[in-house]
């Protein structure tokens, strides 16, 4: 044998060392899989990435020696997750490893070699596996066509362009960081609507869309077979059940993701790729006291200082204090087979939801007790005033206490460790003057006797007591105190998220956006407002303030900031940089809804009815979040057809909300009469010296809602010569002897009459019945702006129950 040759000698040491160098024995990533290939547990550089590098794949890490086989995105700072195979499995991280066989499967062993996931590609003509810029994993045969892809299975999150499907189901984590399967799903319904649904141990409920209302209340319909959603790579979700909404950051280059948070919460997330963050940017339910299973059995969901917090009634304890999921338990114990006696505790403005042993209408509250005392299983009864509803209960889930709940819950325990009665628990409505508005309660009544007498401190227990709400969480142990403190909660997240899209803008940037502010597009008492384009290309309208409005105003406009709803306009941001504040909202196409009722000449592009009834609710909607489920609960105080902006559907937004809170900022200099509103609109309190609560919004909703009936300014009205001309008094008189007298023909005098008759006379009649009770002199008998949006939309046109009436005149 020959002796090796000098260059021999370099040459062999020289590919040795370039083959160092090759993708697979440096670590690069591949970008596919060939048949017989694999990825190990054990190389956490063994992985797949998409053409452009924005997901990747391979083992993540999911406890102590566990991992799962799962999508990620690249540029997320923290590991963010939209995909896995073995969310409930995960596999060991020695030996494991997912291997694309010689036959064609994709298999996920565990250490000793079991299959834990594989696809359905095994004896088919699979030729690679690779990961999509989409974030879709496939399989694919030499033609190119798809075999198998992760985006028909998603686990908790939908990516752009992934469709939900009939077949499809999106699971929820269990918990913040986890990867396993939770209790909340996203799926389509057997009646074709896309609903959110918490299937725990104990109980399901259905919680989203709103399961007080019927489908087309809610802006869904049934008649559809496709049973098909997307969100597109503009940031737009739509689905066949007319379901749609879209990212507040709409636009094209961005990463997003539609995540079904282990909260129970669905939300649209964006990614700031140079910063690596998240932002929420829509989200299906912005009270998340509304979402069910939170707090578990027993348990009541409240909002305390901005902030969604758990608690347990007095005498319940927490089940697990790791964990309100799993709700609270009595301290006490009920026997059906012997003579125990029961006594009630009431929870004013609390209710729970489900499992209802029995309902009853027109029934007194006695009666109400005893058919829950008369049955072993009650454990808890809900009363209505007012409208005497009982609603009997064996099972206490999903509570939720706030101003806007009706009735009161009473609990059954034992005669022997309490013999507390009703409660006198006092809820007090902000004022319009008020720097913060906060519920309050006086903790010195909260549970009184029937003589009324305290009898009980319950300063840990109920949850409406917000000041004594941190005591819990203290006699919960010091080291759950301190997580909660160090670690905000997925709720708390969600609701600093949904605000982080609000931020301050400098005076030169909104200079450069309007042009100078050049394009004037409307002027009020609040002050003038100009059109402008932000430099992410977003339309907005930049208002600049009065002089009402002065100081440091960060604090007070991130509260405002951080309040969203579909009828109400988007607040973006505000510039305070002496002797300039300036507000940005998001830009709304169609103007105000005066330009569009009040203009006589006007008759070819007169508001149809249908326009304005849609009009009519969605302002309501708008003012009963402000008052009853907003976090920092606001009095509009100026409500005119100049503040209601109309979008390019004719959806109602209001604007102008949260001003008045901020022109008492002041202090003791500050006139209450520059924030009285508008001539005309002005409830009568004004003029006295009654508080000002939320009902004052409800007598200006009356009036507008009485100038949309008749299409023109209250103040212009010309009534009979008997009476007083021109007075919302006289006119108040005449429309209540109209609803009393039962002719027909009365609503035709009352209506637009450029409507030429198409108009739906049943709706016509509830809205002038709303105009009256909203005008009523005495504010206490005016109803709230919630029972004003059940009342409408009863009335909503409906093809099964109503009847659309072209009246000629």
Not at 240 to 247: G, K, R, T, V
Not at 467 to 474: R, V
């Amino acid at each position: 044998m020959k002796n090796p040759s000098p260059l021999t000698n370099i040459l062999i040491p020289l590919l040795l060392f370039l083959s160092l160098l090759s993708p697979s024995a440096s670590g690069e990533a591949r970008t596919s899989l060939s048949r017989g290939s694999s990825l190990s547990v054990e190389d956490v550089s063994d992985i797949l990435v998409s053409p452009s590098k924005s997901f990747a794949c391979g083992f993540y890490n999911v406890g102590s020696n566990a991992y799962a086989f799962s999508i990620w995105f690249s540029d997320s700072a923290i590991k963010t997750v939209a995909w896995t195979a073995n969310r409930d499995r995960p596999v060991n991280g020695h030996g494991s490893k997912i291997s694309f066989r010689k036959d064609g499967g994709m298999v996920l062993a565990d250490t000793d070699g079991t299959v834990v996931w594989s696809t359905n590609t095994s004896s088919t003509q699979a030729d690679q596996v690779q990961l999509l810029d989409t974030g879709n994993l496939v399989v694919k045969d030499p033609s190119g066509n798809i075999l198998w892809q992760s985006f028909d299975s998603p686990t908790d999150t939908l990516l752009p362009t992934q469709p939900i499907t009939k077949a499809i189901r999106v699971v929820s984590s269990a918990a913040p960081g986890s990867l396993s399967s939770g209790y909340y799903s996203l799926y389509f319904d057997s009646d074709n609507v896309l609903r959110l649904i918490y299937d725990g141990p104990e109980i399901s409920s259905i919680y989203w869309p709103n399961p007080d209302y019927r489908v087309f209340q809610n802006g869904r319909t049934t008649y559809n077979s496709s049973r098909y959603a997307v969100l597109d790579e503009m940031g737009k979700f739509v689905s066949s059940d007319q379901l749609a909404f879209s990212a507040s950051d709409m636009g094209s280059g961005i990463l997003r993701r539609l995540t079904l948070d282990y909260d129970g919460n669905l939300r649209l997330y964006s990614l700031d790729e140079s910063k690596g963050t998240w932002s929420v940017t829509w989200e299906a339910l912005p009270q998340l006291c509304l979402i069910h299973g939170l707090c578990g059995r027993n348990g009541i969901c409240t909002y305390v200082q901005s902030k969604v917090v758990c608690s347990c009634p007095p005498h319940y304890e927490m089940s697990d204090p790791n964990d309100w999921r799993k709700g609270c338990m009595p301290k006490f114990s009920v026997s059906c087979n012997t003579a125990q006696r029961f006594t009630h505790l009431a929870l004013p403005q609390t209710d729970f939801w489900g499992y209802d042993l029995n309902y009853s209408t027109s029934i007194s509250l006695e009666a109400c007790w005893k058919i829950c005392e008369e049955d072993c299983s009650c454990e808890g009864m809900h009363y209505v005033f007012g409208s005497a509803l009982c609603y009997a209960k064996s099972i206490l889930f999903n509570g939720r206490s706030s101003p806007s709940t009706p009735g009161i819950v009473y609990l059954r325990i034992p005669e022997s460790i309490s013999t507390s009665g009703s409660s006198a628990l006092q809820m007090h409505q902000p004022n319009c003057n008020d720097t913060h508005s906060e519920a309050t309660v006086s903790s010195s009544n909260m549970y009184a006797s029937s003589s009324g007498k305290t009898r009980w401190a319950y300063f840990y227990g109920f949850i409406s007591a917000f000041g004594a709400i941190e005591i819990l969480f203290i006699v919960s142990g010091w080291w759950f105190t301190f997580r909660m403190e160090q670690k905000p909660t997925s709720l708390e997240e969600g609701c600093r998220l949904i605000s982080s899209q609000f931020r301050q803008f400098t005076y030169e940037e909104l200079k450069r956006a309007t042009g100078k502010f050049r394009d004037e597009i409307g002027r009020g008492g609040a002050g003038v407002v100009y059109k402008g384009v932000l430099d992410d290309q977003r339309v907005v309208a930049v208002k600049k303030l009065g002089d009402a409005i002065q100081g440091e105003l960060g604090a007070e406009l991130s509260l405002i900031g951080r309040i969203y709803h579909k009828n109400l306009v988007r607040i973006w941001g505000f510039c305070s940089e002496a002797p300039h504040t300036l507000l940005v909202t998001e830009f709304v196409t169609n103007g105000s809804l005066d330009k569009h009722i009040f203009d006589e000449h006007d008759k070819a592009n007169v508001l149809g009815w249908g326009e304005r009834f849609k009009i009519a609710v969605g302002v309501a909607q708008g003012l009963a979040y402000l008052h009853h489920e907003c976090l920092e609960w606001v009095i509009h105080c100026d409500v005119k057809p100049e503040n209601i902006l109309l979008d390019g559907e004719f959806e109602p937004k209001i604007a102008d909300f949260g001003l008045a809170k901020l022109s008492k900022r002041g202090g003791d200099g500050s006139d209450i009469s520059r924030i009285r509103g508008t001539r005309g609109y002005m409830a009568p309190e004004w003029t006295t010296n009654l508080p000002i609560t939320a009902k004052v919004d409800v007598y200006s909703y009356g009036v507008v809602l009485l100038e949309m009936v008749k299409g023109c300014r209250v103040s212009n009205l010309m009534v009979d010569e008997e009476e007083v001309e021109g007075t919302l008094k006289s006119l108040v008189r005449m429309l209540k002897g109209k609803l009393k007298s039962g002719e027909e023909s009365w609503v035709e005098e009352i209506v637009d009459s450029r409507l030429n008759g198409q108009f739906n006379c049943q709706q016509a009649e509830k809205m002038v019945e709303i105009v009256v009770s909203c005008l009523e002199e005495d504010r206490n008998k005016r109803p709230t702006m919630d029972s004003v949006v059940h009342k409408l939309l009863s009335y909503h046109d409906d093809p099964s129950s109503h009847k659309e009436l072209a009246v000629n005149q």
